[in-house]
Structure formats: structure tokens, C-alpha cells
């Protein structure tokens, strides 16, 4: 008989992000294990539940969990208005200054859910930071089922990371000892977050599983042809955080093609939402996807 799983994460298809790229790449590879995903519903305030067919022949149960939040954090579906932008990034970090989570009301539904089945039947859980929301409500299954294996995954930095505003950062340092002394392993996205947990693990005289699981290319290519690159390209994938931009590396193009340094170039942006300032003379020469 297969053993349960249940993942806990707001990020998953149809939600577009990094984040879901990860959430469903545990569910298409974690194979030999009946899955129940607990996401969330952002298009209505109904609880929702039903057998998915996320891959060819492999299904999960699937149950959406509406967010009530009053609050609820401004996304970036697309390029758009850069004054639009600013705002609701200005937005955004007024919800992370005053600790107002935009999953808060998610996170009691959630919680709500769960006291209302029978959490014992599964084995292992597995959520995912950030939210924070996440690993809350990985703590309140973890006190209701104790024998329950519990991974706790980072996707990015809790307390270390520096775009996060001091007075959550010390927030974030409170959970992340609870983390370590509750949970049976901790998994990361990188090394360095890897080791964060590892030396806080030591301070705390906590022994615990830590495992780098890293992102990665995840898409399926034809590789039958093989068309030659006749102008010389450069692609960033990914965005743009905080106050980084690639302003000065489009200044120095463009310096380089008036002074004819360089011929021709071609410039890929792939994955970046953030509004670009392009000058004139790239116009042509750059392309977002």
C-alpha cells in the first residue's frame, strides 16, 4: 500500500510562479506515493475537492482552500505600468513591515480543514517557505500527528534574507528555531540556506535531516534540430528583486553598438515582469518572453 503524502503550499497550477514550478515538480517526480495537495482558491470563497490528473496516468486529490485575508499580497501577472508597478510594490512592503500576512485567512481555513478529517492517515508532509503561512500550518499538523514525517522546505531564505524588513526578519528567526526543533527534516534550495539551518541546528542541539534540493530546467525540448545562433545572444531568465535592474548593462550595450565595438546582439529577458527602460537604439535587439 502506498504511503500518503500531503503537500501544503498556495502555489500551484494555475498560479504562475517559480514557487509552482517547484511545488508540482515534487509531485510529478515523488512517484510511488498517493498525494493530496492542499493549494488555494483565489477566484471564489468555496472549499473545493477533487481527483486531478496532473500527468499523463498519475493523479492527486486536489482541494483548494479559499483565501479570506483581508489583506492579500499584489501580484505581477505581466509588464505593465511602471507607476502601477511601484505601487503595488510600496504595497507589498508595507504588508511585510507590519507583518500583516496575505495568507493569514488561508492559513485558518486551512487549519479549520484539517482539524475537521482525519490528519493520521497521512505519512509524510511536506510544505514549502515562503509563505510563512505554510510552515505555520505545517506546525499545527505536526502537534495534531505527531508520528507524521514532516519536511520543511525553503525555497528562499527566512531570517537571512536581506529584503525582508528587520522587524520580520526577527519574526521569521523565531519560527525558524521552532522549524528546526519540530520538524524531521529540512530541505533547501540551495547550499548556502542548507547550511544556515545546519549551524542553527547546532545551536540549538537539534538533530535534523537537511537536504539541498535545487531548482532546475524541468521542460521538455526537441532536440531533432539543432538551428545555428547567427547573432551573438545573451538571456537572462529569472527577475529582477528589489532595487536590481539591468539599466547599467543596457547602457554599456548600447554604448558599445554607437561606438561600434559590437555588430549585431540579440537580448533575451525570459520569466521578467518587472518594467525595463530600453534604449531606443535596443529596442529591436531586446525581447521579453
Request: with cysteine.
Amino acid at each position: 500500500m502506498s504511503k500518503k503524502l500531503l503537500i501544503v503550499s498556495p502555489f500551484f497550477p494555475p498560479v504562475e510562479s517559480v514557487a509552482t514550478n517547484r511545488i508540482i515538480s515534487f509531485v510529478k517526480y515523488l512517484t510511488g506515493y498517493d498525494i493530496t495537495v492542499i493549494s488555494i482558491n483565489d477566484n471564489g470563497n468555496e472549499l473545493k475537492r477533487g481527483r486531478f490528473e496532473v500527468f499523463p496516468n498519475r493523479y492527486i486529490d486536489l482541494i483548494r482552500v479559499p483565501n479570506i485575508s483581508f489583506f492579500k499580497k499584489a501580484t505581477f501577472k505581466k509588464r505593465g505600468n511602471i507607476i502601477l508597478h511601484k505601487m503595488k510594490a510600496l504595497y507589498n512592503r508595507i504588508l511585510l513591515a507590519t507583518s500583516l500576512d496575505e495568507y493569514d485567512g488561508w492559513r485558518k481555513a486551512v487549519i479549520k480543514y484539517i482539524r475537521n478529517i482525519d490528519i493520521k492517515e497521512f505519512d509524510i508532509l511536506i510544505t514549502s517557505f515562503a509563505p510563512l503561512s505554510s510552515h505555520l500550518i505545517g506546525l499545527e499538523i505536526k502537534q495534531l500527528h505527531p508520528k507524521i514525517v514532516w519536511v520543511a522546505d525553503m525555497r528562499d531564505q527566512m531570517g537571512s534574507n536581506i529584503f525582508f524588513p528587520k522587524y520580520y526578519r526577527k519574526k521569521l528567526m523565531h519560527y525558524e528555531k521552532l522549524i528546526v526543533e519540530v520538524a524531521d527534516c529540512i530541505t533547501g534550495v540551495s547550499k548556502p540556506i542548507v547550511e544556515e539551518f545546519e549551524a542553527l541546528s547546532k545551536d540549538i542541539g537539534k538533530s535534523v535531516d537537511l537536504l539541498e534540493i535545487r531548482n532546475g530546467f524541468d521542460f521538455e525540448l526537441d532536440l531533432t534540430s539543432k538551428p545555428e545562433n547567427k547573432i551573438f545572444t545573451i538571456t537572462y531568465a529569472g527577475t529582477f528583486y528589489g532595487d536590481r535592474n539591468p539599466d547599467n548593462f543596457l547602457k554599456v550595450i548600447e554604448n558599445l553598438l554607437k561606438d561600434g565595438v559590437v555588430g549585431d546582439i540579440l537580448i533575451n529577458f525570459v520569466g521578467v515582469i518587472k518594467p525595463i527602460k530600453v534604449p531606443d537604439i535596443l529596442k529591436d535587439k531586446v525581447k521579453f518572453t
